[in-house]
């Protein structure tokens, strides 16, 4: 006999990297980098993917001015992940973090 199973919707999962990417200093906006119309073209700010309880984000974001990037990566990817695993219950994945520019 096996216990109750919890079913996450993608779109949830999708919103939770979204607001753990936006609560880390640094992080102006989720999004692409230049003039708006970019992201008709470029596609969705946020990737992922679930299989077999493991999931792998993709996302990608604006930074602050002033930030250093490395370390603004490497706080969210930690958020990103600590989300996934500690609220979702999900294992984490790759996590991969692309910032597309600077600015607000």
Do not use: C, H, Y
Not at 32 to 47: E, L, Q, S, T
Not at 75 to 101: M, P
Request: proline share 6%; net charge positive; aromatic share 4%.
């Amino acid at each position: 006999m096996s216990g109750p199973q919890l079913t996450v919707a993608r779109r949830v999962v999708v919103e939770m990297v979204r607001l753990a990417a936006l609560e880390v200093p640094g992080v102006a906006r989720i999004g692409r980098g230049g003039p708006r119309w970019k992201a008709w073209f470029a596609g969705r700010p946020i990737r992922v993917r679930v299989r077999d309880g493991r999931v792998q984000a993709r996302l990608w974001l604006v930074a602050r001015p002033g930030q250093a990037i490395g370390p603004l990566t490497r706080d969210v990817r930690i958020a990103v992940a600590a989300t996934i695993e500690r609220l979702l219950g999900l294992e984490a994945g790759e996590v991969t973090i692309l910032v597309d520019g600077v600015g607000g």
